[in-house]
């Protein structure tokens, strides 16, 4: 790779928000207070926009060089020199950060936009946005870190963020559960994240060259193929550790399990950190070691099997909830599962396109609930919704365009980036039909619970009025400011609009998830791989990226034209496979089943819910509605187990260890007494006799001691007589 | 009428001594039990100034009995001292009533 | 006068202790100001040490030799290097805030003070001591103010926890001595000179190395506290008052561990390499890993957090035996921010016990919303404790773990996996004490007072700031360790491990 | 003749005052008799040829102490009780101890071996004392005027009348 271009304007991208979120929670009490919430609003906004400005220009300026020059590096200062190790704090923009880049502080910013609305009956705002500012800048942190351990600041620090603002109102104990849950599992990731790291420093130490920076990574890695740890090569064990991590991070099986309880943050929370950008780092993180990936088949196939289980089992439970948000957590959950999937069959891309198109039309279908359970007051359930579409139509458009997008209905953007995934998982050298066949059963259960959502929420009669009280339970924190803000809009009144704050955001996201399916427009359909184009000089290194462009710097300016000419050479390399098309209409097919299915028993009603699920069956029905009782399952036994541990070894450690201490301390004690008895009896009983038969002397002699000074002088002189005679007899 | 010798002196000085010792056994008054141990002393004297002039030891004895005069003035003035502040203390200076050291 | 700065840092506060024994007993504010004021100039010199170190030799620095007692060759003799400059700061910088988080001890003040400016001496004297004799000597008086500040001024159950402490350190004392002693006698000529007994390491036997470094790490074990050596701590912090504990959390524990860098190592390399499996290693990961357990299954927070200290200090026993330059640094740094991390922490918990007048997990509840800035900073040490990026421990922590793998890769498993539980006990307190609805009982505590906070505030800094940018700290232990690392690698080469190469130990 | 007589004389007024001292009833006659003993003493140190003695003896005794003796008796005892004042008790068991031990001493001197040198004229007496003191006795003559001076201040400290109080 060439050398990058230094820049020194990368870091304001971190560190404005930063800086924002700095001054929001060091002084954010005083400024609400002086100034307003407007004032709180404005320093949150505002730095995310200029880092959005920002990462364009920077977008600019890596469009304004030759493909394999895009690199730009912000070496900001020397951060952990010790031995060998040599970190800087370094920022680096490559085509695929820049596109991460632009999805945090474009959409986040949109979400900032949106939280201003959103939270508007929020006493303390400023705490709100000095999270959702540091959790921007800790995202952008690990998105630009040129460095692992860079990173994984960033990696931890979202974690965190996302922790704080899971427990936002820590005042129902539930939610602060939720957040430490949330914190705990991404921890055991983290746990793989950071022996991968470790295990990838060494085995190239092993060599003298050992580094954690990304770029030299790339350049070195060939030096560990064939090295072993634990007996296994040494490329597999280092990215199943990392997959450990990004199952982590992005919930995957077998770490999924906090996500769905992460709804109990707000939900601009949720669309930004829980859809839009937080759970796609994982999937960020192995597109951005693909090189190192492309050195582990075996994990590869691991990432894939777990892609496909994960998106499947969730699109299943997504079918079988209630509350408007868990759906939504659970289609997460599935989508995230087919960015895996593209990981795990090599598709980097394609993985990414899907997290970038998944980004938007995601965020818009949470902030689209928001905007529902804003309207409703925090009423979350949706058997008390229905008939939303006449009260909230602006709401209900985007929602809808969102749905068809996730559904994978063309021309909107789900379509593309899903097929695309599914295609791959077909036709890759990595993928198998099977993969195919669960993705696309996924895709259809996707289409079938995200039209059941739409349809309970927006078609039919408005259920709700009677309930509302039951929802400001839930979120008793905010049922004061409720009444006080909504004063026009009381018990059992129709539910509105939302402010413009909250649709001018859906609706620029419901633009996205039409638009960006056409950044990508598969070669099949005409299209020229524009997004993998950009992609490919940071993910050619794998055998499955496009060839390798060899072209001259395109003279022509503009985007659209100068991505056109990247794409050129590659737009048809692939040829085109007959049996792509049929693949692409099953799985169209497959979508409107699910619609259709969806119709007949959420709006004909046809088909009776409960009916429904008497024919799914009992069994499978409770399975999937209590979530295949991971939650319980973990419950029972990791998490028991790991307190009844730490009761045990408490216990040990009290009664046994100590025990042995105060144990050893009490037999000295003994001895003691023992040697003390001896001693007060016999050798100090004859001290006291000594002392006793002084005493009673000395009263029986205290007598002769009269003060009387004549008395003494007989005794005097009777002693001088009594020695003078006996000398002289 | 046979010389003057020894024998003289040590008669003269016992005598000395036992009324000496007689006052200070029977006085209960401090200053008179001070006046009798002076009689003692001063049979010391005797004793010593004369077994210095019989006993041909040059003036040794006579220094021993300047020591004890000087020590008798020394003994005196504390003596005397005491019986003042005696006085001051109880109103009387007879050494039966002054018994504070009694056992 | 002397001219030796470390000199004046040592016995400054045995002289402002000699002042205060001076004063009225009741005249309680001036003692306190005395005692703050016989703080600041070592700490002010602590800061121009810092400014003034030489960063890139790896000798002694601001020595001072002079004969003791000529007849037995002891010697006044100190100075600092890479290895202790960092201690000398931190108690320079624990020293100063902890007499004004004793502000509110009522009870004696003139003694407490008093014998807390004697434990200062000592300790610093500990740190900057060179010669083996003055240093027991430090490390005996220290004990004496130890003993009598937790036995007096304690909890209810002082007086245990004082002779529990008392008993357990003079075990180890007795150990030292009798390996101070061998040394001194080992040698001819006889001398308690350090340096001079580290330059004659390679004439030691084989069988004396192993009894001698056996028994000096009993002692310093004690003090860490490793397992299974350990069961005073929690006692002893539990009983102390907050001041004391966060300088036993603070400073005392780092004294087992420099004790082991400072003596065993160069003293006792091959021992050191023979060794540093089974004692450092392996203890240091039990360490971590039953630390982190028993403190969740804790209800009592001072003694969570004693056990954390546990946890934590299991990093620095791991790390100073991974012999690489990243784990070793990483030790010596986390020494370093477990001092400023751990004493936030019990500051903390004494703030909530002076209102509450209870430390009981459970018997908490929803303080967040009674006392927010009080659980800003909880956080913030909280996290800091977690190995959170961003905040110091998390450097240190992953340098350990990062240098752990090279030789030890299931170690560092077990050690790493330690942060998942560690985050466990944090967050479940946190949770239980702070979050959720606000506990009736505790609506009218007052928040954090501005003397609580002006305790925290240097830390907290020092927190923040070794987290982004470590580089200032690394730079001064880097050179001096990695020559100590050097030195026990190289005497791996010719001892009874030259031949298994470049990992000296891998089981 | 008229040295024997004389001495006789002497050493018989000696005794008689001797005697005056521990009989008298009044402690004033006491004092009187005691200065005639003493000065009977200092008469029997002329005969013994010990000059400087004898002057010392009247100087000191006569004028200093007994001087001394009769201030206190002044200061403790009013005028007008001095005949109550010298009250004296178990005279019988003292006389018999007194005379056992006198019997027993007289024995003792008439028994013991006295050795007695041939009886030269000696040289004057202040001389050979002046230079006996400023020679082999210097030390003991300088701790006595030590002993001397803590005496004076001691009986200074112990009559002061506030420190008593």
Avoid at chain 1, 337 to 354: D, Q
Avoid at chain 2, 68 to 84: C, H, N, P, S, Y
Avoid at chain 3, 358 to 366: A, D, S
Avoid at chain 3, 495 to 500: E, H, I, K, V, W
Wanted: net charge neutral; proline share 4%.
């Amino acid at each position: 790779m060439s050398h990058p271009i230094e820049v020194g304007y990368l870091r304001w991208i971190v560190l404005l928000p930063l800086l924002g979120a700095i001054i929001n929670g060091l002084f954010g009490a005083h400024i609400q207070k002086r100034l307003g919430r407007g004032a709180i609003a404005a320093i949150a906004c505002t730095p995310v926009a200029i880092a959005f400005l920002i990462s364009v220009s920077a977008f600019f300026q890596l469009l304004g060089l030759e493909p394999n020059q895009r690199f730009l590096l912000d070496d900001m200062s020397k951060w952990i020199h010790v031995g060998d190790l040599k970190l800087n704090l370094a920022f680096w923009v490559d085509p695929l950060s820049c596109t991460l880049i632009l999805v945090v502080t474009g959409i986040g910013g949109l979400i900032h936009l949106y939280s201003v609305g959103y939270l508007d009956d929020e006493p303390s705002i400023w705490r709100y946005f000095a999270y959702l500012n540091l959790f921007t800048a800790a995202m952008l942190t690990l998105v630009l870190g040129d460095s692992l351990l860079v990173m994984f600041v960033g990696w931890e620090g979202v974690g965190l963020c996302s922790y704080a603002l899971i427990g936002f109102w820590y005042k129902d104990l539930n939610n602060a559960t939720a957040g430490s849950k949330a914190f705990i599992v991404n921890r055991i990731g983290d746990f793989g994240f950071v022996l991968g790291m470790f295990a990838l420093y060494w085995c190239l130490d092993e060599s003298g060259q050992g580094t954690l920076i990304f770029r030299e990574l790339a350049e070195r890695v060939h030096l560990i193929s064939d090295q072993k740890v634990f007996g296994i090569a040494a490329a597999t064990f280092i990215t199943l550790a990392f997959f450990v991590g990004a199952t982590g991070k992005s919930a995957q099986i077998p770490l999924y399990v906090w996500l769905p309880d992460a709804m109990a943050g707000p939900t601009p929370v949720s669309a930004l950190i829980h859809a839009a950008t937080m759970v796609t780092a994982g999937v960020y993180m192995i597109a951005r070691m693909s090189f190192l990936f492309d050195m582990a088949p075996d994990t590869l196939a691991v990432i894939a099997t777990i892609g496909t289980a994960t998106a499947f089992l969730a699109a299943t439970i997504g079918v079988a909830q209630w509350d408007i948000k868990k759906v939504l957590a659970y289609s997460t959950v599935s989508q995230l599962g087919f960015m895996f999937i593209a990981m795990g069959v090599g598709a980097y891309s394609a993985g990414i396109f899907h997290l970038f198109t998944h980004a938007f039309f995601k965020a818009c279908l949470f902030l689209g609930s928001g905007s529902i359970i804003h309207a409703l007051h925090h009423e979350q359930d949706m058997r008390n919704m229905g008939g939303l579409k006449k009260y909230m139509p602006i709401t209900f458009l985007t929602f809808f365009v969102s749905t068809l997008a996730i559904a994978g209905i063309p021309p909107f953007a789900g379509f593309f980036s899903k097929d695309e995934i599914l295609w791959k998982a077909w036709s890759s050298p990595h993928g198998s039909g099977w993969i195919w066949l669960f993705g696309s059963m996924a895709a259809g259960f996707t289409a079938f619970y995200m039209f059941r959502q739409v349809f309970l929420t927006f078609f039919g009669e408005y259920r709700g009025g009677q309930a509302h009280g039951h929802g400001h339970a839930d979120h008793g924190h905010a049922a004061d400011h409720a009444h006080a803000v909504h004063g026009g809009h009381g018990h059992g009144q129709e539910p509105h609009e939302s402010s413009k704050v909250i649709t001018g955001p859906l609706v620029l996201l419901a633009l996205g998830a039409i638009l960006t399916g056409f950044l990508n427009v598969p070669g099949a359909l005409g299209g020229h791989h524009i997004f993998d184009n950009w992609l490919a000089p940071v993910l050619q290194a794998g055998s499955h990226g496009a060839a390798s462009p060899a072209h001259g710097a395109a003279g022509a300016h503009g985007v659209a034209s100068e991505l056109a000419a990247d794409v050129e050479h590659v737009a048809h390399s692939v040829a085109h496979d007959p049996f792509e098309y049929i693949l692409m209409s099953v799985s169209v097919g497959i979508a409107l089943f699910g619609i259709f299915l969806a119709w007949l028993v959420y709006e004909k009603k046809a088909i009776s819910p409960e009916r429904f699920s008497e024919v799914l069956g009992g069994v499978p029905y409770n399975l999937v509605y209590n979530k295949y009782y991971v939650d319980e399952v973990y419950q029972a036994t990791l998490i028991r187990g790991t307190l009844a541990l730490s009761r045990i070894l408490s216990a040990f450690d009290r009664w046994i260890i100590d025990g042995a201490v105060n144990g050893a301390a009490a037999v000295v004690r003994v001895v003691a007494r023992v040697e003390g008895a001896f001693d007060t009896y016999v050798v100090d009983g004859a001290v006291n006799l000594v002392g006793a038969v002084s005493l009673w002397a000395g009263n029986r002699m205290r007598a002769i001691q009269t003060g009387h000074i004549y008395s003494y002088l007989y005794a005097i002189v009777i002693g001088v007589a009594v020695v003078l005679f006996v000398r002289l007899i | 009428m046979i010389e003057i010798g020894l024998h003289h002196y040590l008669v003269v000085s016992l005598i000395v001594f036992l009324a000496g010792l007689f006052t200070v056994l029977t006085r209960r008054n401090a200053i008179g039990i001070l006046m009798g141990v002076e009689l003692i002393l001063n049979s010391a004297n005797i004793n010593y100034v004369a077994f210095s002039r019989f006993g041909g030891g040059g003036y040794d004895g006579q220094i021993f009995s300047i020591f004890v005069i000087m020590l008798a003035a020394a003994e005196a003035a504390i003596g005397l001292a005491i019986v003042l502040g005696i006085y001051r203390k109880f109103e009387t200076i007879d050494v039966e009533a002054t018994d504070t050291l009694r056992g | 006068m002397p001219t030796n700065p470390l000199t004046w840092m040592i016995f400054l506060p045995l002289l402002g202790a000699a002042v205060i024994l001076c004063l009225p007993r009741n005249a309680h504010q001036l003692i306190k100001s005395v005692a703050a004021a016989a703080t600041v100039p070592p700490l002010l010199m602590a800061f121009s040490l810092f400014q003034s170190f030489d960063r890139t030799i790896a000798d002694m620095q601001y020595v001072t030799k002079i004969p003791w007692i000529a007849s037995f060759n002891i010697e006044y003799f100190i100075g600092v290097d890479g290895i202790s400059i960092t201690m000398v700061l931190l108690t320079a910088l624990l020293s100063f805030i902890c007499i004004f988080a004793s502000w509110g001890i009522e009870k004696a003040v003139k003694g407490y003070f008093a014998l807390f400016l004697l434990l200062d001496t000592a300790m610093m004297g500990v740190f900057c001591a060179l010669d083996f004799f003055l240093f027991f000597v430090f490390w005996e008086v220290m004990l004496l103010p130890m003993y009598f500040l937790i036995g007096i001024w304690g909890g209810p159950r002082r007086e245990y926890a004082a002779i529990k402490f008392f008993l357990y350190t003079m075990v180890g004392s007795v150990l030292m001595l009798v390996v101070m002693l061998a040394l001194y006698f080992y040698n001819d000529p006889h001398t308690f000179d350090l340096l001079e007994l580290a330059k004659r390491a390679p004439t030691y036997s084989a069988t004396f190395q192993r009894f001698a470094w056996l028994a000096l790490f009993i002692g310093f074990a004690i003090k860490i506290p490793a397992f299974p050596f350990h069961t005073w701590l929690p006692d002893a912090h539990v009983e102390a008052p907050t001041a004391i504990s966060v300088i036993l959390a603070g400073v005392l524990l780092k004294m087992g561990t420099y004790g082991i860098l400072r003596i065993n190592y160069p003293i006792l390399p091959q021992g050191t390499l023979e060794f540093a499996y089974w004692c450092l290693v392996a203890l240091g990961v039990l360490n971590i890993v039953y630390g982190a357990l028993c403190a969740m299954a804790q209800t009592d927070f001072k003694k969570l957090i004693a056990y954390s200290s546990i946890s934590h200090m299991g990093y620095v026993m791991f790390g100073m035996a991974t012999f690489t330059s990243q784990g070793i640094d990483g030790a010596v740094l986390q020494m370093f921010n477990h001092g400023t991390v751990t004493a936030m922490l019990f500051l903390l918990v004494g703030v909530i016990y002076d209102r509450a007048h209870h430390r009981e997990i459970n018997g908490f509840g929803g303080i967040a919303g009674i006392m927010p800035f009080y659980t800003g900073w909880t956080a913030l040490a909280f996290f800091a404790a977690m190995g959170l990026p961003g905040l110091s421990a998390f450097i240190s922590e992953v340098l350990v773990l990062l240098g752990g793998w090279r030789y030890y890769p299931v170690m560092t498993l077990i050690a790493a996996s330690a942060v998942v539980l560690t985050a466990g006990y944090m967050l479940w307190t946190m949770q239980r004490i702070y979050l959720g609805a606000p506990n009736e009982k505790y609506l009218t505590l007052p928040d954090i007072s501005a003397r609580e906070v002006f305790t925290l505030v240097p830390l907290g800094i020092l927190v923040v700031v070794l987290g982004v940018y470590p580089q200032p700290i690394l730079d001064l232990i880097g050179v001096s360790l990695h020559k100590l690392n050097e030195v026990v690698l190289s005497a791996g080469q010719g001892g009874p491990l030259a031949s298994t190469g470049t990992p000296p130990i891998v089981r | 003749m008229i040295y024997a007589a004389l001495f006789y004389l002497i050493a018989g007024l000696t005794v008689f005052c001797a005697l005056g001292v521990a009989l008298s009833r009044n402690v004033v006659y006491s004092a009187f008799f005691l200065m005639g003993a003493l000065l009977g003493a200092a008469g029997l140190y002329g005969f013994l040829l010990a000059d400087f003695v004898a002057v010392v003896q009247i100087l000191v005794y006569v004028g200093g102490i007994l001087v001394l003796t009769l201030f206190a008796i002044m200061l403790t005892h009013q005028i007008a009780e001095v005949e109550v004042s010298n009250r004296s008790v178990g005279r019988l068991p003292a006389a018999i101890l007194v005379i056992v031990t006198g019997v027993g001493m007289g024995l003792a001197i008439f028994r013991a071996p006295w050795h007695t040198a041939p009886s030269g004229e000696p040289p004057p007496t202040t001389y050979g004392i002046g230079e006996a003191f400023l020679g082999p006795y210097l030390l003991p003559f300088e701790l006595a005027s030590v002993v001397l001076l803590t005496a004076l201040i001691g009986a200074i400290v112990l009559s002061r009348r506030e420190l008593r109080d």
